[in-house]
Nanobody
Framework: QVQLVESGGGLVQPGGSLRLSCTGA????????IGWFRQAPGKDREGLAC????????YYSNSMKGRLIISRDNSKNTVYLQMNGLQSEDPAMYSC?????????????????????WGKGTLVTISS
């Protein structure tokens, strides 16, 4: 299983932006579709975005619609999640995940059983 490490979280002012990174341990990363998720305390996990391995096609859920851009740089074994216009409802632990077979439409549709490798997450907080 590919190992994933997230980074880029932190404290941001309302309306601010962050770019999260999900980095894989080795070059097999390029063969995996990657999903980004978030979970706030007391709430269910949400699938936010997904990017395919083959053609880099991107998928987004309605959560944070229009405020996210997912991209990947396989030369760096990294998938990015650009988040803009962060608001008070956005603080959460943000995680990336993958699996041997990932259907991105499932990820953004709230179906996560295909995700078998999860990073530990990176925390995003919004200043008041």
């Amino acid at each position: 299983q590919v190992q994933l490490v997230e980074s880029g979280g932190g404290l941001v002012q309302p309306g601010g932006s962050l770019r999260l990174s999900c980095t894989g341990a080795d070059s097999t990363f390029r063969f995996y579709a990657i999903g980004w998720f978030r979970q706030a305390p007391g709430k269910d996990r949400e699938g936010l975005a997904c990017i395919s391995s083959s053609d880099g096609r991107t998928y987004y859920s309605n959560s944070m619609k229009g405020r996210l851009i997912i991209s990947r740089d396989n030369s760096k074994n990294t998938v990015y999640l650009q988040m803009n216009g962060l608001q008070s409802e956005d603080p959460a632990m943000y995680s990336c995940a993958t699996g041997p077979v990932v259907t991105c439409s499932n990820v953004v549709g709230g179906i996560f059983h295909e995700m078998q490798s999860w990073g530990k997450g990176t925390l995003v907080t919004i200043s008041s």
